[in-house]
T-cell receptor
């Protein structure tokens, strides 16, 4: 079946502008995660949605970052007043949460954000 | 989440078996061990996951000793296309993953 999709694949914006990044998880996956990866670095957790529970926002670096997940499916990550240090690849992942431990996260291709 | 330690880089010739070992001394009872592969400009791709002993799939094998304080990813007969960064993670699969720097594997012709 279809994997996790993200759009746009690339986004170039000017400093101070707002951007929205979209994630379409695998159908039926109840958990959705956002990560970001700066050049040459590992992945950094941003936010996590699980079903109807309140999202885990503990990884968001500042209040300029927010995310929502509508209808338990598509998610949008919004960055307001972008800064140059926001430049990174933003990755979305989803997983099928069950009572079985060890569920696997499946990643999308990412959105490369460049802030000029 | 348990912290993992793995080599920063490894080199191998085509056709050889590559073993990448990861240390996770503080692994919890309910934690699984999962390995991901990442190519440049792509998201991480799941390779294999295990809890104990040995797991094998069409891509790799994962060896986990009884104490579970380490694990070894084994890639049989690597090719140039296996050049990538390999991440070892421990934890519950349905919680945010904590990625380290991974192991950069370079396969040489």
């Amino acid at each position: 079946g279809a994997g996790v999709s993200q759009s746009p694949s690339n986004k170039v914006t000017e400093k101070g502008k707002d951007v929205e990044l979209r994630c379409d998880p695998i159908s039926g996956h109840t958990a959705l995660y956002w990560y970001r990866q700066s050049l040459g670095q590992g992945l950094e957790f941003l936010i996590y949605f699980q079903g109807n529970s309140a999202p885990d926002k503990s990884g968001l670096p500042s209040d300029r970052f927010s995310a929502e997940r509508t209808g338990g499916s598509v998610s949008t990550l919004t960055i307001q007043r972008t800064q140059q240090e926001d430049s990174a690849v933003y990755l979305c992942a989803s997983s099928l949460v069950s009572r079985r431990l060890g569920d696997t996260q499946y990643f999308g291709p990412g959105t490369r954000l460049t802030v000029l | 989440l348990a912290k993992t330690t793995q080599p920063i880089s490894m080199d191998s010739y085509e056709g050889q078996e590559v073993n990448i070992t990861c240390s996770h001394n503080n692994i919890a009872t309910n934690d699984y061990i999962t390995w991901y592969q990442q190519f440049p400009s792509q998201g991480p791709r799941f390779i294999i996951q295990g809890y104990k002993t040995k797991v094998t799939n069409e891509v790799a094998s994962l060896f986990i000793p009884a104490d579970r304080k380490s694990s070894t990813l084994s890639l049989p007969r690597v090719s140039l296309s296996d050049t990538a960064v390999y991440y070892c993670l421990v934890g519950l699969g349905n919680t945010p993953l904590v990625f380290g720097k991974g192991t950069r594997l370079s396969v040489i012709a």
